[in-house]
């Protein structure tokens, strides 16, 4: 039987690691600004009864987060708190083109360009620590050591991005391609 790490009491499911009260007491004792919402959340309600456990709270303002989040969107705006720092965003429709998830078809496309032309690339391969954000260039075409970023709109907040990169980045090269480049050199029709 398992037993709680603070009061050696028999637990009733292994999956706890504290009883009831002290999972209470730990809360209310390493979140102080939790007295202040014990209405808003619950904490003084049922839920201790019931034993639900409370891992998947912000560890700022105790709302719910997902179970792999530390903080809510709230509370990790921007920055390194932020749960989505350093890793590649999947927002797109996108696809798959030789078992890579490509976020546009206009980076299809190009992949598919580069290999008719027996160009090697890869996709997404380097990411960029631009202080509180970080910025991942679509294509690397090792050969010739250049980036490529494909544009078919540029938003307000890519722009900057794109900007900042240049800033922090002079002495790397990189090359935007938005349709009329894509056009040009054959990748679209």
Known sequence: MKKCI?????????????????????????????????????????????????????????????????RCLKCAKAGKLHPMYGKIGRHGRGANYNNIWMRSSYEIKFAQWLDDHFVPWQYESKT?????????????????????????????????????????YPTTKIKVFNKEKLQSIGVLL
Not at 12 to 36: D, V
Not at 145 to 160: P, S, V
Request: aromatic share 16%.
């Open 6 to 70: 603070d009061c050696d009491r028999v637990l009733s499911r292994n999956k706890y690691t504290r009883c009831k009260s002290c999972a209470r007491k730990y809360l209310l004792k390493n979140n102080p600004n939790l007295h202040n919402f014990k209405g808003k959340f619950g904490i003084n309600s049922n839920n201790f009864k019931h034993g639900k456990t409370y891992h998947n709270r912000c560890k700022d303002c105790f709302s719910h987060i997902s179970f792999a989040a530390i």
């Open 128 to 168: 960029f620590d631009l202080g509180d954000m970080t910025y991942t260039p679509d294509f690397y075409l090792p050969e010739i050591n250049l980036h490529i970023e494909i544009k078919g709109y540029w938003r307000d907040d890519a722009k900057k991005k794109f900007d900042l990169f240049l800033q922090k």
